[in-house]
Structures are given as C-alpha cells and as structure tokens.
C-alpha cells in the first residue's frame, strides 16, 4: 500500500465532489437515499477531510460546530477494499489534532454499531443506550480532547 496522506478537502472543490460521491455511494445508497436530495450548501463551513493514496481519495471523514467548544464527526467513510487498513484511524487522529487546534474541547458522535469497537479503541465512550437510526443500531459517543 502506498503512503496514505490525509489532509483537509476545500468545500467545493473537485476532491469535495469525490467525496460526495464516496459518502453517497458507502453511507447512503445501501439505504435507498442520495446525499443528492439534500441541501449540502449548509456544509460549507464544516471540516472535511479526506485521506488520500497516490492523490484518489480512499477516505473521508467531516467536523461540524456544535458550539462551545463541542464538534461532532460525521459521515466517516472508507474505500471498500481499503478497509482494516488504519485508514479510519489515521483520519480519526488527524482530525482530532485539527480540532484541538481549532479551539474545540470535546467531539461526540453517533457510531453504527458495527463500528463500535473502532471508536472505544480510540478513546471513545458511549454516552447514551443504543438506538435505531434509519433502521441501524447507532451509539452516541463522545471524547474530550
């Protein structure tokens, strides 16, 4: 496997769009809806990343500002094929770092439960009971930073 770099996307721009692409096709194809039908203006101020092998982007991940100095991870994706690479945890740290910077003092989440472990390996705590969301066991999450 070559190196995988992560680093933020600019909203708008062409890697923005291979992102949409990659969320619409991981996250909500396989659930009968498109990230197409919603109104993604309203993510120009949040925190896209994207980590990248040989500059195809492989995977994804976004921050939104919740408000005093809370953030929440959203719409974490990665390549079919690339998975149990570290990919996940490399953007995960990366972000972190990034929103330690940016003044945030706490990231919660809402975790599948097929990625439960992932998360409770990097630090993550559930702060609620498990829930369905559009039909899939969901965790809420939280971590301080």
Do not use: W
Request: hydrophobic share 35%; glycine share 12%; proline share 3%.
């Amino acid at each position: 496997m070559d190196e995988i770099k992560v680093r933020l996307i600019e909203y708008g721009s062409e890697d923005y769009k291979a992102e949409l692409e990659m969320r619409n096709e991981i996250l909500r194809k396989p659930l009968g809806l498109s990230i197409y039908d919603e109104d993604l203006g309203q993510e120009k101020p949040y925190f896209h990343i994207g980590a990248f092998e040989n500059e195809r982007l492989v995977g994804t991940l976004l921050f939104i500002d919740r408000g005093e100095g809370v953030c929440q991870m959203r719409q974490v994706a990665v390549c079919e094929g690339m998975r149990r690479r570290g990919i996940g945890r490399k953007m995960v740290l990366f972000g972190e770092s990034l929103m330690r910077e940016k003044g945030f003092s706490k990231i919660v989440l809402e975790a599948r439960k097929v990625a439960l472990e992932f998360y409770l390996s990097l630090g993550y705590r559930t702060s609620g009971p498990e829930e369905l969301r559009l039909g899939i066991p969901h965790y809420e999450m939280e971590k301080g930073i």
